[in-house]
C-alpha cells in the first residue's frame, strides 16, 4: 500500500467503495488523514466497515469541515448529471478528487524523481501498459504496474528509489485528477466513447489531454486528429514530445510501416523490431501499442536489446485478442475486452475467415461502422440484447444467426468452422469481439472472457493454444 502522508491531520470524505475506494480509504487512514466514508449501497458500506473504515452519512453535515472528496471513477462527475456528492462538495467549495490525482500527489511529495508512466487513450492503453511494463521487468527493473488496468493504484507497493510504475489511467480517473504529472503520458488515439459522461467528443478529447499537458516527456499518437491537435499544441509551448504513428515516419518519434517499429537514430533508422510473426501482436493497432511502447522505455533509458528482449517475450494481454484454443486449423481467439465497434475492428482488421461472435449491451453506432470488415465473417453468432438490432445490420452482408448465449455461440461457431475447414482444407477463427459492454449477461468483460475460456478449454475438440512449429 502507499500511505497518503500528504494528506495528514484533514478530513478527508471518500465515496464509492468498491476495492480501489476501501484501498483508497485504507491509504488515506495509513497517511494520518481523518477519513470519513460512504456508499449508496449498503453491502458496501458494510464491507467497509469490516475494515475499521468509518461510514457515515455526511448529507445535512458541514461538508466545508473537509479538505477533499474523493470519489471513486465510476460515479458521475458531470453527465448525464453530477452525483449528489458532487453537487455537495460544490456547493461547499471542497476540491474533488480521485486516487490517480492522491498518487501523484503523494509522489510529488515524498519521491518526486520516482518514474511514473501513466497510459491513456480510447484503444490498446490495457495492451500498451502491459507492454511497457514486461519490457521494463525483463530488463530488470523493479516494476508496479495498476490502475485502471490491474490492482488498484494505491494498492501497489510504497514508493522505493529505484521503483517504476506503469498506471493505466481511464478518462474518468483523469478527469479527477487535477496536476497529474507523469514522468512519461502516453495518449495512444482517440475514437468516440463515454460521450454519455464527458457530454461531447471534445469534452472527451479535452478530458484526455490534461495527462498529456501535465506529463514531463509526452507520447502521442498523432494517427486521429484529435491527439495531433494534443501533440501540436504541446510542441508549440516548447515541451518535450514524442510522436508515434503508424501511417508514415515522424519527425522526434517512433513509427510502424508494415509491421516493423523503426526508430530514427541520427541521419539513419532503425527497425527496432518486425511483429511479423509475433504471436499475440498482430494488426496495425498493435503496431502503435509497440510504438508507444518502444518511445516510452527507449527514452527511460533501456537499450534496443533490452526492448526488443521485451516485446519477444510478450505473453499478451488476457481479453485481448487473446488466442485460447486451437482445434485442428481453426484457432479460438478471446477478445472480450473489445466493447465498442472501434475496439473490434483492431481484431476484425487483424483475421481473415472469422466466426464472429458478437453482442451484449450495445453502445451508440452498434456495429455499423464495421460493415467494411462484412465480407471477412464467415458467419456471425449474436449474442445479448444487442443479438436482433446486430442481426438487422449485418443482414444481407454476412450469414448470421442469433443464439443469445456465449454457450451456444461458442458451440455452434466451432462446429461450423471445423467443417468448413475441414471440407476446404483451409484456416479459420472463431472470434468473440463483441463490440458491446458485457453487463447485459456478466458482471463484466473480464467474467465474459473467463467464461468464453472455461467454454473453450471444456470442449473435447480443443487443445490449448500453442503456436505450430
Not at 46 to 58: G, K, L, M, Q, Y
Not at 207 to 212: A, F, N, T, W, Y
Request: contains cysteine; hydrophobic residues 45%.
Amino acid at each position: 500500500m502507499i500511505p497518503i502522508t500528504s494528506m495528514k491531520g484533514k478530513r478527508v470524505a471518500v465515496f464509492g467503495l468498491g476495492g480501489s475506494g476501501l484501498i483508497t480509504a485504507e491509504a488515506l487512514m495509513a497517511g494520518g488523514a481523518d477519513v470519513i466514508a460512504w456508499d449508496d449501497n449498503e453491502a458496501a458500506r458494510a464491507a467497509a466497515e469490516a475494515r475499521d473504515i468509518p461510514v457515515t452519512d455526511w448529507r445535512g453535515s458541514e461538508f466545508g469541515a473537509f479538505s477533499a472528496l474523493v470519489l471513486a471513477p465510476g460515479v458521475p462527475l458531470t453527465h448525464p448529471e453530477p452525483h449528489w456528492t458532487v453537487k455537495i462538495a460544490r456547493d461547499a467549495g471542497v476540491e474533488i478528487i480521485g486516487d490517480i490525482c492522491l498518487f501523484a500527489r503523494e509522489r510529488t511529495y515524498r519521491s518526486p524523481t520516482t518514474p511514473f508512466v501513466a497510459i491513456t487513450g480510447t484503444n490498446g492503453k490495457s495492451t500498451t501498459t502491459a507492454l511497457v511494463h514486461h519490457i521494463l521487468k525483463s530488463a530488470g527493473k523493479d516494476v508496479e504496474i495498476g490502475g485502471n488496468f490491474g490492482p488498484a493504484v494505491l494498492g501497489l507497493s510504497d514508493f522505493a528509489p529505484d521503483r517504476f510504475y506503469v498506471v493505466e489511467c481511464s478518462s474518468f480517473q483523469i478527469d479527477l485528477a487535477p496536476g497529474i504529472d507523469a514522468s512519461i503520458g502516453i495518449q495512444l488515439n482517440l475514437t468516440e466513447d463515454h460521450l454519455d459522461r464527458h457530454g461531447s467528443i471534445e469534452g472527451y478529447a479535452a478530458v484526455k489531454e490534461k495527462l498529456v499537458d501535465g506529463a514531463k516527456v509526452a507520447v502521442v499518437g498523432v494517427d486521429d486528429a484529435y491527439s495531433a491537435a494534443m501533440a501540436t499544441r504541446r510542441e508549440s509551448k516548447g515541451l518535450e514530445t514524442i510522436r508515434i504513428s503508424t501511417r508514415g515516419a515522424v519527425a522526434q518519434g517512433v513509427w510502424a510501416v508494415s509491421g516493423r517499429i523503426i526508430e530514427p537514430m541520427g541521419l539513419a533508422q532503425t527497425v527496432v523490431y518486425d511483429l511479423h510473426g509475433h504471436p499475440i501482436l498482430k494488426g496495425v493497432h498493435n503496431a502503435q501499442n509497440v510504438a508507444a511502447a518502444v518511445a516510452a522505455t527507449r527514452r527511460l533509458g533501456l537499450g534496443l536489446d533490452q526492448v526488443r528482449k521485451g516485446i519477444e517475450t510478450f505473453p499478451g494481454l488476457a481479453h485481448r485478442m487473446e488466442p485460447i484454443g486451437r482445434s485442428g486449423s481453426v484457432i479460438l481467439v478471446n477478445d472480450s475486452k473489445a466493447t465498442n465497434a472501434d475496439a473490434a475492428a483492431k481484431a476484425l482488421a487483424s483475421f481473415d475467415n472469422i466466426y464472429w461472435i458478437a453482442g451484449g449491451k450495445p453502445k451508440s453506432g452498434g456495429i455499423a461502422p464495421l460493415s467494411g470488415f462484412f465480407p471477412k465473417i464467415a458467419k456471425a453468432y449474436l449474442i445479448g440484447i444487442a443479438a436482433e438490432e446486430f442481426a438487422a445490420t449485418i443482414d444481407g452482408e454476412a450469414p448470421h444467426a442469433v443464439v443469445e448465449t456465449l454457450d451456444r455461440a461458442v458451440s455452434e461457431a466451432l462446429t461450423d468452422a471445423l467443417a468448413a475447414t475441414e471440407a476446404s482444407g483451409g484456416e479459420a477463427v472463431v472470434l468473440l469481439s463483441p463490440a458491446c459492454a458485457s453487463y447485459d449477461q456478466f458482471k463484466n468483460f473480464e467474467v465474459r472472457g473467463d467464461h468464453f475460456r472455461e467454454l473453450v478449454l471444456t470442449d473435447p475438440r480443443v487443445k490449448p493454444f500453442q503456436e505450430k512449429a
